[in-house]
């Protein structure tokens, strides 16, 4: 069913948004210090082009420990995200997402765009994975809090 949806997306305008997040990609990599951003762009980018079938996911909850993008600096290049592209980007999906929802067969395309515009507020320490391995962390982290909780620590 995957392949069905992203065939259908592709030939639906989701290339666009993807051209959208490459665009990003490119202007962010102008610069030395944007290259971080960048990178996370193209990788968007391709999550923006074939959606169904994967998922983004925290890198905490993915790995089960925080890295420098899941802690404080990680914050801090989501609000420089934010503030730079990300809003405009999101605005794009979101606005996609409405003009979809005005047909019946446009609402699955619908609801990728309110996922990937809420991914492109703010992306940093999230990655992109199958929608089975996001589903198997979630399920093993809330069997480590349950065993924590157990535990009593």
């Not at 730079?84 to 765009?113: E, Y």
Request: proline share 4%; charged share 15%; hydrophobic share 55%.
């Amino acid at each position: 069913m995957s392949v069905i949806g992203n065939i259908l997306w592709i030939i639906f305008g989701g290339w666009f948004m993807a051209l959208l997040w490459l665009l990003f990609g490119a202007l962010a990599c102008l610069s030395v210090i944007g290259i971080p951003w960048g990178r996370a762009c193209f990788v968007m980018a391709g999550f923006a082009f074939m959606p169904f079938g994967y998922e983004s996911i925290s890198r905490e909850t993915l790995y089960g420990k925080s890295d420098i993008g899941t802690g404080l600096p990680g914050m801090v290049g989501n609000a420089v995200w934010f503030l730079l592209a990300g809003f405009w980007i999101a605005i794009a999906h979101a606005a996609t997402a409405v003009a979809l929802t005005l047909t019946i067969v446009g609402i699955p395309f619908a609801w990728q765009h309110i996922k990937l515009a809420e991914l492109a507020l703010f992306p940093i320490g999230k990655t992109i994975v199958p929608c089975e391995v996001a589903a198997e962390a979630r399920r093993r982290r809330a069997a480590e809090e349950l065993d924590r909780k157990r535990n009593g620590a």
